[in-house]
């Protein structure tokens, strides 16, 4: 079955440094997306993609966060300076279509410690 | 707005008992409805969903039914496996489509 790849599966880096989070949706997929889950709470929606560009994002996508389909295959996320609150699993997810009960499939997840 | 509520865990059961995980939601319009399931050191998988009113998804043995007048969609199984201990994830999509709202997740523990 096809599914959605993340890498690193778990990174630590230092308050203030960039990261990049790397996904390879489902090859056919044309939605993506990155939601986050801060350990012990909610999985949250952070920003959704099509056709190269951001089509929703939520308040916690700040200006530190940003979003790239590099190539054809790759889709990244970036936290330019990273926070101890940014400490968070990250799951990249992709759809193929952007209607109603479509299924959004998800990766394993990126954990990310920010110290 | 939009939010999902379920119930808290976490939950445990012993093998084959009857399992019952409610989740209630608030939204706008007719959502879609989904359960999540996470093993231990996985991502998400989608377990079933439901698109209307009155629909009944089910999977694996697991099944919900879209209630609109109790705006609920309660996860249930006849008989659980030690094989299903996992976190369970309720989550609506708003009927534009694409983004998932989810519940705070209940995590399920089954013994032998």
């Known amino acids: 079955e096809p599914e959605v790849t993340q890498t690193p599966s778990h990174q630590v880096t230092q308050m203030g440094q960039e990261v990049i989070l790397r996904c390879v949706p489902i090859?056919?997929?044309?939605?993506f997306y990155w939601y986050r889950q801060i350990l012990g709470q909610k999985v949250e929606f952070l920003v959704s993609?099509?056709?190269?560009?951001?089509?929703?994002k939520s308040e916690i996508f700040d200006d530190q966060f940003s979003v790239e389909r590099p190539d054809g295959s790759n889709f990244t996320l970036k936290i330019r300076s990273t926070k101890l609150e940014d400490s968070a699993m990250y799951f990249c997810?992709?759809?193929?279509?952007?209607?109603?009960?479509?299924?959004?499939?998800f990766g394993e997840g990126s954990w990310l410690t920010v110290v | 707005g939009n939010s999902v509520t379920q119930m808290e865990g976490p939950v445990t059961l012993s093998e084959e008992a009857f399992l019952t995980i409610n989740c209630t939601y608030t939204?706008?319009?007719?959502?879609?409805l989904f359960w999540y399931v996470q093993y231990p050191g996985e991502g998400l998988q989608l377990l079933l969903k439901?698109?209307?009113?009155?629909d009944k998804g089910s999977n694996k043995g697991f099944e919900a039914t879209y209630r609109k007048e109790t705006t609920s969609f309660h996860l249930e199984k006849g008989s659980v496996q030690v094989s299903d201990s996992a976190v369970y994830f309720c989550?609506?999509?708003?009927?534009?489509?694409?983004?998932?709202?989810f519940g705070q997740g209940t995590e399920l523990s089954v013994k032998p």
């Open positions: 439901a698109t209307k009113a009155d």
């Open positions: 997810a992709s759809s193929d279509m952007d209607f109603r009960g479509n299924t959004i499939y």
């Open positions: 939204a706008t319009g007719y959502p879609s």
């Open positions: 993609f099509y056709n190269n560009e951001i089509s929703e």
């Open positions: 989550a609506l999509s708003p009927n534009q489509g694409g983004k998932l709202i």
């Open positions: 090859s056919n997929h044309l939605y």
